[in-house]
């Protein structure tokens, strides 16, 4: 069966995954949250960079429709993941540090997920 997604678009979202892995590394209490600025800022380059200029011309109009969608998803995610990075690092209060580490971590999870379901429905 035809895949319905070219290998490099697969190869390149495999390779955002991984890199969603290691952000989501750098959320543990003991770590720096310069570096998991850092890593949030680095992530959002990634995906403008390597992920929005995959060209979708050469895709069929039902996988450029769901990828498109995806891609605002991922965007809207990657913003407010910036925005959640921003206010953990301006926290001060124990019980707000915890609050927020769980917001980007949840966030981390949600753009796993949709990850997950590009690669998955790029297999089909």
């Known amino acids: 069966m035809r895949k319905a997604l070219p290998l490099l678009h697969q190869q390149r979202y495999e390779a ?27 992530l959002e ?3 403008r960079h390597q992920l929005l200029s995959l060209q979708l011309d050469a895709l069929s109009p039902a996988t450029q429709h769901w990828m498109q969608s995806y891609q ?7 913003r407010l993941l910036n925005l959640d990075a921003m206010l953990l690092q301006a926290a001060r209060q124990p019980a707000t540090i915890e609050q927020r580490q769980r917001q980007v971590s949840d966030r981390l999870s ?15």
């Open 72 to 78: 605002v998803e991922f965007d809207k995610q990657l």
């Open 16 to 42: 955002f995954r991984q890199r969603l892995r290691h952000v989501d590394q750098t959320i543990a209490p003991d770590k720096n949250i310069v570096a998991l600025r850092l890593s949030v800022t680095e």
């Open 110 to 124: 949600t753009l796993q997920q949709y990850c997950d379901a590009v690669l998955e429905k790029g297999e089909e």
């Open 45 to 47: 380059q990634f995906f």
